[in-house]
Nanobody, 127 residues
Framework: QVTLVESGGGLVQSGGSLRLSCAISGRTGSIMVMGWFRQAPGTEREFVSAIHWSGRSKAYADSVKGRSTISRDNAENTVYLQMNLLKPEDTGVYYC????????????????????WGQGTQVTVSS
């Protein structure tokens, strides 16, 4: 079983930055991809970014490409999502997820590609 704990969310003004963290623990041997999703009220969970377990390959949704960077710290078993130039439409609960297959940097992941999820961290961007 994999346990994921997100942190780093908060309230930020439009144009600001946040760095989200996802601490990974438990049985990590089968993990090949870590992802970030977000969900705004009344909407479906939306893919944001993903990273191969090695850290070598990354994927981004068009909505955050160029403004966000996903990274992994092997020593601390933590995945980060650095978000810059935040917009009000970035508001939502951000979830960290673990899966067993990294497809490609161009693949648009869905919730079904991930089997383990964290509880989420709220990000609110004010205009």
């Amino acid at each position: 079983q994999v346990t994921l704990v997100e942190s780093g969310g908060g309230l930020v003004q439009s144009g600001g930055s946040l760095r989200l963290s996802c601490a990974i623990s438990g049985r990590t041997g089968s993990i090949m991809v870590m992802g970030w999703f977000r969900q705004a009220p009344g909407t479906e969970r939306e893919f944001v970014s993903a990273i191969h377990w090695s850290g070598r390959s990354k994927a981004y949704a068009d909505s955050v490409k160029g403004r966000s960077t996903i990274s992994r710290d092997n020593a601390e078993n933590t995945v980060y999502l650095q978000m810059n130039l935040l917009k009000p439409e970035d508001t939502g609960v951000y979830y960290c997820a673990a899966g067993t297959r990294f497809y490609s940097s161009l693949y648009i992941y869905t919730s079904a590609d991930f089997g383990s999820w964290g509880q989420g961290t709220q990000v609110t961007v004010s205009s």
